[in-house]
């Protein structure tokens, strides 16, 4: 059926409206405190919507479903994690930032450890969060591609374009409230997707919940411990299959423990929060709000699967599958509120990474080698560093064009890389008094060899990385710490 005028009407109307909205906040941005940290004035449901906004990419809204599409409800056990790690975030990283003017995650690791390890734990946030933010924008193609027709490149470009705009201008108070925005676009979106599929279903709900459940589709809980290999090689106990409630509740607590607590681009929403209490609220309800979006995502997937009773390959790849739905089955007029609910978390999620990679190379490295100017001479370079990544992540989301699977996987599995060394890194320095730079450092490079292995050279699934190399890293970081300390 594809789109029609409407559809592109409602679809223009989005793209032209959040922008003039983020556009609203120029005025605002006088200081570095400002643009960074919306002078730390947000209240903290705003904050809340933003995380989840800024963790919901258009890979999530459009991959999901195709994940429950191919199996079930599993997946979820991960996200069980992601409340976890919020609450240990919350007692255990969220008071050590609230001791003095932070900008940055990274400006913590400099007051404990020193400016060296700082400089290599922002180095290492700048790489990892441009390669996943470069498939993430990637994922873009795919939406208008399909959509609307248009070349994959100029779809990527068009939606950079315009996120910048008014992340140039509004700095992080324009992200965070046009997040609050297409959270609920996006949200509201995806709940008149799933009953407009219900509806179109034969025999409807009954019908769609007789063949779900006898395909077990609605499984969440998994408690085995091998991936029915015959092997007997270890990885085929327990660490080969990624949705397990083991790998849910460890892995993700360590992954979210390192994504919210070590990860610029969340850490700066929580020090945009009037105080720590309201940042502990902030972060804990998006755990809960979280839990509920991709219950609702695997939930389409599900439906969807009861409406075509194909198998994935049929479309490609199973990434296609919502929005083929969107494009060749919804109603005119909801198809393209759709469309723009995907674009809105593309935006959200963008423009969070644009403005985090920005003040970590600003803060990081730029003004720390180069100090002297006014505010408003640093308030230029922080905008023109907006600009620059916009660049970056750009160009590898054309590089990213071809050379991905399915797209939630890869980017989980890119942050996953440098995760467990970050995390490792942090809790050396908030949970031990004994550990050193050298230490640490030394630490560092070990988990990070030893995720590129399990990453490269073995069937660990990606759900246990983060803690696979956190543990490396804080182990070998305090051992190495305290041979040097005796030597000395």
């Known amino acids: 059926m594809g789109l029609n005028r409407t559809d592109l009407l409602i679809i223009g109307l989005y793209l032209a409206g959040i922008t003039l909205f983020g556009l609203r906040f120029r005025k605002r941005q006088r200081t570095m405190r400002d643009y960074f940290l919306a002078d730390r004035e947000i209240p903290w449901w705003a904050i809340s919507l933003s995380i989840v906004a800024a963790e919901t990419s258009t890979l999530t809204i459009i991959s999901i479903p195709g994940l429950a599409y191919d199996s079930n409800f599993t997946f979820l056990q991960w996200v069980m994690g992601y409340l976890v790690g919020r609450v240990i975030i919350s007692f255990v990283l969220l008071p050590q930032y609230f001791r003095g003017d932070l900008y940055t995650a990274y400006q913590l690791i400099e007051r404990r450890f020193g400016q060296t390890l700082r400089s290599v734990t922002a180095g290492l946030f700048l790489l990892t969060r441009a390669a996943a933010e470069g498939v993430r924008v990637y994922a873009v193609s795919i939406v208008v591609a399909i959509a609307i027709g248009t070349g994959e490149v100029a779809s990527i470009a068009i939606i950079t374009l315009l996120t910048l705009i008014y992340t140039f201008e509004g700095g992080l108070a ?9 959270t609920f676009i996006y949200i509201g979106g995806t709940l008149v997707g799933l009953f407009t599929i219900l509806h179109l279903i034969p025999g409807g709900w009954s019908a769609a919940q007789a063949t779900a459940a006898g395909l077990h589709k609605f499984q969440v809980f998994d408690f085995s411990l091998t991936n029915g290999a015959t092997s007997a090689h270890w990885p085929s106990l327990l660490l080969a299959k990624p949705y397990t409630i083991w790998a849910g509740i460890i892995g993700g607590a360590f992954f979210t423990t390192a994504s919210h607590g070590t990860d610029q681009l969340i850490v700066q929403r929580l020090l945009a929060a009037r105080n720590q209490r309201q940042s502990a609220l902030a972060l804990v309800s998006s755990g809960v709000a979280i839990l509920f979006q991709f219950a609702l995502f695997l939930f389409v997937g599900v439906m969807l699967f009861a409406y075509y009773r194909a198998p994935s390959a049929a479309f490609g790849r199973a990434d296609r599958i919502y929005l083929t739905f969107i494009v060749s089955r919804m109603p005119h007029g909801i198809s393209g509120l759709l469309i723009a609910a995907i674009l809105a978390a593309a935006m959200s999620n963008l423009s969070a990474a644009l403005n985090s990679l920005s003040s970590s190379s600003m803060m990081d490295f730029c003004f720390r080698f ?12 922080a905008r023109l560093g907006t600009v620059v990544w916009a660049l ?89 710490s305290m041979i040097t300390r005796a030597r000395d």
């Not at 409230?177 to 297409?182: F, G, I, N």
């Not at 180069?370 to 370079?381: C, I, T, V």
């Not at 730079?437 to 990453?455: D, F, K, R």
Request: hydrophobic share 55%; aromatic share 12%.
């Open 174 to 182: 324009a992200v965070i409230w046009t997040d609050v925005v297409q």
């Open 392 to 480: 970056v992540l750009f160009g590898l989301a054309v590089v990213a064009l071809h050379r991905v699977g399915r797209v939630v996987e890869v980017g989980l599995q890119i942050a996953s890389i440098a995760y467990g060394a970050l995390l490792g890194v942090f809790l050396l320095g908030v949970l031990t008094k004994r550990a050193n730079q050298s230490g640490a450092i030394a630490g560092m490079i070990c988990g990070l060899v030893t995720e590129v292995y399990l990453w490269g050279w073995t069937q660990v699934a990606f759900t246990w990385w983060v803690a696979i190399g956190t543990c490396v890293t804080f182990a070998v970081g305090y051992a190495l």
């Open 370 to 381: 180069w100090p002297e100017g006014s505010e408003a001479r640093r308030l230029r370079m």
